[in-house]
C-alpha cells in the first residue's frame, strides 16, 4: 500500500512538473505583436501590425476538423518540410478561420522572416501570406476550446460590440496559444475586424 502511495506521488510530481515546465517553454514562445487600443469591461480593442503566415485552406468547417486536417501539415512545414529544409521556430497564436464554405488555418511565422524570405513550403496547399494590418475586437477565455465555446464567445462578443455600437467585417477568428498537452493556464481568443481605422 505504501508503495503505491509513494509511486503516486512520484507521478502527480512528475505530472506537475512537467505542466510547470510546458508553461514556462509557452512563455518563452514569441507571440504575434499588437498594441492594446482600448480596454472594455468585457473585451479589448487591439492594433495588429502586418504579419508573415503559412496558411492552409480547408473545406473543413468545425474546429476539431480543421485543427486535425491542418495542424499537420503546417507543423511539418516549419519542422524541415520545405525547400531549404530549414526548421522554423513555433510562435503563438495558431489562427483559425471557421466559414461555412471555407476555413484556413495559419501559424503566424517570426517577425524575422519577411515574405520574400520564407522558405518555399514542399506541400503546394501551403501558401505564404502576409497578413494586412487590422484592428480587431477581442475576448479571452480559459480551458480547453471546442466549436460549442467557440460559439459561446463568438456571440458574447457580438453582442458586447453591438452594446458599444462598434461594427465589424469578416468571419469570427479563434486563436489559440497553447499545445494539447498543456493543462494549465491555457489561453484562447475570439476576435474580429473592426470597421474604421480610429478607436480612441
Same mark, same amino acid.
Given at each position: 500500500?505504501?508503495?503505491?502511495?509513494?509511486?503516486?506521488?512520484?507521478?502527480?510530481?512528475?505530472?506537475?512538473?512537467?505542466?510547470?515546465?510546458?508553461?514556462?517553454?509557452?512563455?518563452?514562445?514569441?507571440?504575434?505583436?499588437?498594441?492594446?487600443?482600448?480596454?472594455?469591461?468585457?473585451?479589448?480593442?487591439?492594433?495588429?501590425?502586418?504579419?508573415?503566415?503559412?496558411?492552409?485552406?480547408?473545406?473543413?468547417?468545425?474546429?476539431?476538423?480543421?485543427?486535425?486536417?491542418?495542424?499537420?501539415?503546417? /507543423?511539418?512545414?516549419? +519542422? $524541415? !518540410?520545405? =525547400?531549404?529544409?530549414?526548421? @522554423?521556430?513555433?510562435?503563438?497564436?495558431?489562427?483559425?478561420?471557421?466559414?461555412?464554405?471555407?476555413?484556413?488555418?495559419?501559424?503566424?511565422?517570426?517577425?524575422?522572416?519577411?515574405?520574400?524570405?520564407?522558405?518555399?513550403?514542399?506541400?503546394?496547399?501551403?501558401?505564404?501570406?502576409?497578413?494586412?494590418?487590422?484592428?480587431? /475586437?477581442?475576448?479571452? +477565455? $480559459? !480551458?480547453? =476550446?471546442?466549436?460549442?465555446? @467557440?460559439?459561446?464567445?463568438?456571440?458574447?462578443?457580438?453582442?458586447?460590440?453591438?452594446?458599444?455600437?462598434?461594427?465589424?467585417?469578416?468571419?469570427?477568428?479563434?486563436?489559440?496559444?497553447?499545445?494539447?498537452?498543456?493543462?494549465?493556464?491555457?489561453?484562447?481568443?475570439?476576435?474580429?475586424?473592426?470597421?474604421?481605422?480610429?478607436?480612441?
Amino acid at each position: 500500500m505504501k508503495v503505491l502511495i509513494i509511486i503516486a506521488i512520484i507521478v502527480v510530481a512528475i505530472f506537475i512538473l512537467f505542466q510547470i515546465y510546458t508553461t514556462m517553454s509557452v512563455n518563452k514562445t514569441e507571440t504575434q505583436a499588437y498594441q492594446v487600443i482600448r480596454l472594455e469591461e468585457n473585451f479589448e480593442i487591439r492594433y495588429y501590425p502586418a504579419a508573415t503566415m503559412a496558411m492552409i485552406t480547408s473545406t473543413s468547417k468545425s474546429y476539431r476538423d480543421l485543427g486535425s486536417s491542418g495542424f499537420g501539415k503546417l /507543423a511539418k512545414y516549419i +519542422f $524541415g !518540410g520545405n =525547400a531549404e529544409k530549414k526548421q @522554423i521556430a513555433m510562435t503563438s497564436p495558431v489562427h483559425m478561420d471557421i466559414g461555412d464554405t471555407q476555413s484556413t488555418m495559419s501559424f503566424v511565422l517570426p517577425s524575422t522572416y519577411k515574405q520574400a524570405d520564407v522558405p518555399k513550403p514542399n506541400d503546394p496547399g501551403i501558401a505564404i501570406v502576409t497578413a494586412a494590418p487590422e484592428y480587431v /475586437a477581442v475576448i479571452q +477565455f $480559459g !480551458g480547453f =476550446a471546442s466549436t460549442e465555446s @467557440i460559439n459561446k464567445h463568438r456571440a458574447l462578443l457580438e453582442k458586447y460590440l453591438q452594446e458599444k455600437g462598434l461594427t465589424s467585417h469578416g468571419n469570427f477568428r479563434f486563436l489559440g496559444y497553447n499545445p494539447p498537452y498543456q493543462l494549465l493556464g491555457r489561453r484562447n481568443e475570439v476576435i474580429v475586424a473592426l470597421n474604421g481605422n480610429k478607436f480612441n
